[in-house]
């Protein structure tokens, strides 16, 4: 019996030391593969974004500003097999532009992996003073079915916003506000931004007030990239949405018309694509038995 046992143990720690090494040569096989993927894969891609819109995308060699250091900015790149789709999924979402108007505004898109402000997760941010707009690849690609690929359209808002105040009226927009309302921050919510308060989704009670969700209760700026996310995306859902809550449809029309005087838009200002209905999030807050619920 004991030389069975010990049979047994020695064949358990052969199996165990075969499984390990094969790990360790997968890891390393992806490690590769991962390091040495041919650039030939996205860079005719990226070529081409580049031409067709006059501005620099970046996915790897980036210069962040200083101010990313005041909020303990942390970052990854993404990896050279994902490059091709994530330019892909950037494509969908820079054709929603006329080609001349992103050459005007932008100098540089930068795709990162992942993005962190502070503590919490990013979905993108912008640099005014280079003209740059950083990106988290995963809110990319709006097709209408991922609730949180608008992220070039919600950093682009705050960019037309500095770029054009006499057109983005701050006062005429909190003018649409409910009575007595206050945003709860005067100005950037980065600093102060918790994650109790990234309420992407929304229910109706918010929607009834004019709010897309509770992150566009947080400040102005916020409220209005909400806005403009859902307006460049050309949900059809959205506008269902708004004949059901008058105070969303006066808020996308004011909207509307600062993007088509902008050139954003064209000039009756509807969105160039409609992409299809409601996300999954929604669906279920529309469940009679769903709660609010709150990324």
């Known amino acids: 019996m004991k030389s069975n046992a010990s049979s047994i143990r020695r064949i358990g720690l052969r199996v165990g030391v075969a499984i390990v090494l094969a790990a360790a ?73 006329p080609p001349d108007f992103v050459r005007s505004h932008l100098r540089d898109i930068v795709i990162l992996r992942s993005l962190e402000l502070n503590g919490l997760p990013y979905g993108g941010t912008y640099d005014l003073r280079a003209g740059r707009i950083y990106l988290d690849a995963a809110w990319l690609g709006d097709d209408g079915t991922q609730p949180e690929a608008m992220g070039l359209h919600h950093e682009f808002s705050s960019v037309l916003m500095h770029r054009y105040p006499e057109v983005f009226r701050r006062d005429v927009w909190a003018g649409l506000n409910p009575d007595g309302f206050r945003y709860r921050f005067g100005a950037s919510s980065a600093a102060n931004l918790r994650t109790d308060q990234l309420d992407l989704i929304g229910d109706p009670d918010i929607w009834e007030q004019g709010f897309v969700c509770g992150y566009g209760r947080l400040t102005l700026e916020d409220d209005i990239n909400t806005y403009a996310q859902h307006l460049m995306a050309g949900r059809l859902h959205w506008r269902e949405r708004a004949e059901r809550h008058p105070a969303l449809a006066a808020k996308m029309d004011l909207l509307k018309s600062w993007y088509a005087a902008t050139g954003a838009l064209p000039p009756d200002g509807n969105p160039i694509v409609d992409t299809p209905g409601a996300n999954l999030q929604e669906s279920r807050l529309q469940s009679p038995t769903a709660l609010p619920s709150t990324l």
């Open 25 to 97: 040569l997968l890891a390393g096989l992806f490690a590769g593969a991962v390091r040495f993927w041919p650039e030939s894969h996205w860079q005719p891609r990226l070529a081409e974004l580049e031409e067709t819109y006059g501005i620099g995308i970046l996915l790897q060699d980036i210069d962040f500003p200083p101010s990313f250091r005041a909020q303990r900015a942390r970052y990854r790149l993404t990896l050279p097999f994902e490059r091709a789709s994530v330019l892909d999924r950037l494509a969908l979402d820079l054709s929603r532009y």
